[in-house]
């Protein structure tokens, strides 16, 4: 059975409200939003062309530059964007990674080297904290700011998504707790011989089957 709607003056308050937070909504919608990899403290990987990549306004013209290089380009039809910046060597010494559309998107403490993935289930989301020298590691990881992890947060869908939730941690007493053991061994192994910034991008969740 279908129900009517009825509008009385009691209502119209709630209705001005809904629609001002609709107005809201699109608002936000419309700014540049750069996706997880592209936050502060982030690891771009070295030796290969940058691509920077995030949605933002149907047809808004989109700017990347960082370390002097810049390149330009238009979201799409569905309001996805994406630009490749020049290759670039490994660089310790952070730079600045600045996203602009209708809004500025600035990241601090970007650097360049090794960016690896890392997925699977529990033994590789099994985090530091864990792990049998942790009293000794934890404390340890302060040398490390170049080692750096981006946890993505768990997100069902039926269906490829094109956003997602995380965000860079640099490694420290403090952050190197949640970080996936597995991979932040792996990360200070492989820096200690390349002595270059490693990034660990981390999809891990336990119990998947895939």
Not at 36 to 57: C, E, M, S, Y
Not at 179 to 204: D, E, K, M, Q, W
Request: with cysteine.
């Amino acid at each position: 059975m279908n129900m009517p709607i009825i509008h009385t003056a009691a209502t119209a308050p709630i209705l001005l409200v809904f629609s001002f937070w609709a107005v809201v909504a699109t608002t936000v919608r419309a700014d540049v939003v750069p996706a997880p990899p592209f936050t502060p403290n982030a690891v771009l990987q070295r030796d290969k062309p940058i691509p920077v990549w995030g949605t933002a306004d149907v047809g808004e013209a989109v700017t990347v530059r960082f370390a002097g290089q810049s390149a330009a380009t238009t979201a799409d039809a569905q309001g996805r964007w994406r630009i490749e910046l020049p290759a670039m060597a490994a660089r310790s010494e952070p730079d600045t990674l600045v996203i602009a559309g209708k809004n500025t998107v600035t990241c601090e403490n970007v650097v360049v080297g090794e960016v690896w993935l890392i997925s699977g289930q529990s033994n590789m989301e099994w985090v530091v904290r864990e792990t049998k020298d942790a009293a000794l590691d934890l404390p340890a990881a302060e040398a490390f700011p170049l080692i750096r992890h981006l946890k993505i947060a768990r997100q069902v869908a039926d269906a490829p998504i094109i956003s997602a939730q995380g965000r860079w941690e640099v490694a420290s007493t403090a952050t190197t707790t949640e970080f996936s053991a597995v991979g932040y061994y792996f990360a200070t192994a492989i820096h200690r011989v390349l002595r270059v910034p490693v990034g660990i991008v981390n999809c891990t969740w336990g119990g998947t089957r895939i």
